[in-house]
């Protein structure tokens, strides 16, 4: 008996299987440097509220989304791109939140998002992969979605988009493999 054409594995199935595996690595990678303080939601739910010290010294909240008073029982997953922007904006809205010791603590206490998701994406960093990428405003901030945006970032721009994944060897070595894959 024949094997079937449809069975047979070919070097694009190959191809295509290894770039997933690289791309799950080199998404593990960021993700360690970035978001393992969301512990419940494998990093698709941890945001910060901003740094200082170059990422270094947390300013505010850093955690699970839901875990910060303002913002209990809500998950980013379930916001669309446009929420997270717009939260994220918001805390360049002077009139409400004046860059003043208490302006900031306002806009802290409001729950108000630096950097959002696995990759910690802030409103710059996601606003360039949505540019890059066929998903739109009204598409969730779900796992899927963030794994997209973050390869685009990663592949197009490069591994600096991540302060923490910088002079990262493996990490270079992983994508320049996946570049390398036709």
């Known amino acids: 008996i024949e094997p079937s054409a449809a069975s047979e594995i070919t070097d694009t199935d190959i191809n295509n299987e290894r770039r997933l595996e690289l791309e799950i690595e080199m998404l593990d990678i960021i993700h360690s440097g970035e978001s393992t303080v969301d512990v419940t939601g494998n990093g698709y739910e941890a945001f910060n509220q901003g740094g200082s010290n170059e990422g270094k010294t947390v300013e505010g909240f850093s955690g699970t989304y839901g875990d910060h008073p303002a913002n209990t029982g809500k998950k980013l997953t379930e916001m669309t791109i446009k929420d997270i922007l717009a939260n994220q904006d918001s805390g360049y809205n002077t009139k409400l939140y004046p860059f003043t010791k208490e302006g900031t603590e306002k806009w802290h206490k409001s729950g108000g998002i630096h950097a959002a998701g696995r990759y910690q994406f802030t409103r710059v960093g996601l606003r360039e992969a949505l540019e890059r990428s066929n998903l739109k405003e009204t598409d969730l901030f779900n796992e899927e ?15 600096s988009q991540w302060t923490s994944m910088a002079g990262n060897e493996k990490l270079e070595e992983l994508l320049k493999k996946y570049k390398s894959i036709k």
Do not use: F, P, V, Y
């Open 145 to 159: 979605n963030q794994d997209k945006l973050a390869m685009i970032l990663l592949t197009q721009i490069g591994s």
